[in-house]
């Protein structure tokens, strides 16, 4: 399969400890975007990047977030000391190098249960 | 700062009736547009884009979308719908230069039944 790749799929988790998910994009796309959606709710962007570069973060990623694209393929997303509001579905997506068409490729996201 | 209003968070039909998804938005500046769909245990795909020319635009599996801009309404209609129809659809837009950051509605859940 070669789309968007996103693990673990399910992560419980207590509250306070640090978890971490990694997003493969498909491979020829070098912008990689991660949304957070709960319950009822469309997906919110938090951040995305370009190649290794972050290019923008959204002020709903608070200092305990932090993403990371270090050679500008996967990703990861890492929640530090996490909280009950924490607990969402956690995607990534992938996009064309102009990005101008606005297709996104969505993985199938990983949720997150803080106890 | 953009924003999106689906106006129906849940639309039942019964198979083969018409359906409408409404969607309006709100902009300073000139926008595209886009229908994401997600079926159960899915992820979003892409359904269909507005992005210049002709304001009406349709999908491959019957479903199409008219850009009013008058109406900043990009509602998603479909003459006949199907069961396998059945899924979450969400709105959203982009700024021309925001680089594919979509903005997303709050969702409608169409469920199509016998």
């Known amino acids: 399969d070669t789309g968007v790749s996103q693990n673990p799929r399910h992560k419980i988790t207590k509250r306070g400890q640090n978890v971490t998910f990694r997003c493969d994009p498909i491979?020829?796309?070098?912008?990689l975007y991660w949304y957070r959606q709960t319950l009822g709710q469309g997906p919110e962007f938090l951040t995305y990047f370009q190649n290794e570069a972050q290019l923008e973060k959204s002020r709903l990623l608070s200092d305990r977030f932090s993403a990371e694209r270090p050679k500008g393929s996967f990703s990861t997303l890492e929640i530090q000391r996490t909280e009950q509001g924490d607990s969402a579905m956690y995607l990534c997506a992938s996009s064309f190098p102009t990005g101008l068409t606005g297709e996104l490729f969505f993985g199938e996201g990983s949720r997150l249960t803080v106890l | 700062a953009q924003s999106v209003t689906q106006l129906d968070s849940q639309v039942p039909v019964f198979e083969e009736a018409p359906v409408e998804l409404r969607c309006n938005y709100s902009?300073?500046?000139?926008?595209?547009l886009f229908w994401y769909v997600q079926y159960p245990n899915q992820g979003l795909q892409l359904l269909l884009k507005y992005l210049s020319g002709s304001t009406l635009v349709e999908s491959i599996n019957g479903f199409e979308a008219e850009f009013n801009k008058s109406q900043t309404s990009f509602h998603l209609r479909k003459p006949s719908v199907h069961i396998s129809d059945t899924a979450e659809y969400f709105c959203a837009v982009s700024k021309e230069t925001s680089g594919s950051r979509l903005t997303f509605g709050e969702g409608t859940q169409l469920t199509v039944n016998p």
């Open positions: 491979s020829e796309h070098n912008r």
């Open positions: 902009s300073s500046v000139s926008v595209y």
